[in-house]
T-cell receptor
Framework: DSGVTQTPKHLITATGQRVTLRCSPR?????VYWYQQSLDQGLQFLIQ???????AKGNILERFSAQQFPDLHSELNLSSLELGDSALYFC?????????????FGPGTRLTVT | GENVEQHPSTLSVQEGDSAVIKCTYS??????FPWYKQELGKRPQLIID?????GEKKDQRIAVTLNKTAKHFSLHITETQPEDSAVYFC???????????FGAGTTVTVRA
């Protein structure tokens, strides 16, 4: 157990809908990262927050957004869902945003869009 | 940004033999290289990492080597066991970026 929690574990929804994925980092960690893992694309970085502020953006679609709250938990919002959004979504946390810091992954949320 | 290539994509070894996975990265400024193990349906787990000021690091049956000149790093698993069967991902971190760039993964199967 990495100490990072994610809810829900599984989510099944229809195209066009909107969902929210939630992540709680390890105690004391200030940075949260979101990754998407599709069968054919491996692990893709989406976005990072540090202590409530956005730090880095990867290949995140405009239909997706995220935020980190004062208690450091983070939410990833996915809207206008398409079949291709079906994937495992992981969040990871690290103590700070220094360049050589380990990232620990949560158990993931499996999103299925039908 | 950083581009990471990982080889091979699949690897089958006999129990007790060694397994080696190789990764190359594109930006010589990258300075942090973790390896993750992911079992089916589970989260990636950090198993070992190496920083750019070190050439080799070992942890029991697992070792990682880094060649900064050639811009490649490798994972070595010795005395493989069935529980080593998983997908292994290498990653590299560019110092002016905060993301990890992952390789495509290697599916390792240890045959009993």
């Amino acid at each position: 157990d990495s100490g990072v929690t994610q809810t829900p574990k599984h989510l099944i929804t229809a195209t066009g809908q909107r969902v929210t994925l939630r992540c709680s980092p390890r105690s004391g960690d200030l940075s949260v990262y979101w990754y998407q893992q599709s069968l054919d694309q491996g692990l893709q970085f989406l976005i990072q927050y540090y202590n409530g502020e956005e730090r880095a953006k990867g290949n995140i679609l405009e239909r997706f957004s995220a935020q980190q709250f004062p208690d450091l938990h983070s939410e990833l919002n996915l809207s206008s869902l398409e079949l291709g959004d079906s994937a495992l979504y992981f969040c990871a946390s690290s103590p700070r945003d220094a360049h050589q810091t380990e990232q620990y992954f949560g158990p993931g949320t499996r999103l299925t869009v039908t | 940004g950083e581009n990471v290539e990982q080889h091979p994509s699949t690897l089958s070894v006999q129990e007790g033999d060694s397994a080696v996975i190789k990764c190359t990265y594109s930006d010589s400024a990258s300075n942090y290289f973790p390896w993750y193990k992911q079992e089916l349906g589970k989260r990636p787990q950090l198993i070992i990492d190496i920083r750019s000021n070190v050439g080799e690091k070992k942890d029991q049956r697992i070792a990682v080597t880094l060649n900064k000149t050639a811009k490649h790093f490798s994972l070595h698993i010795t005395e493989t066991q069935p529980e080593d069967s998983a997908v292994y991902f290498c990653a590299a971190r560019y110092p002016y970026d905060y993301k990890l760039s992952f390789g495509a993964g290697t599916t390792v199967t240890v045959r009993a």
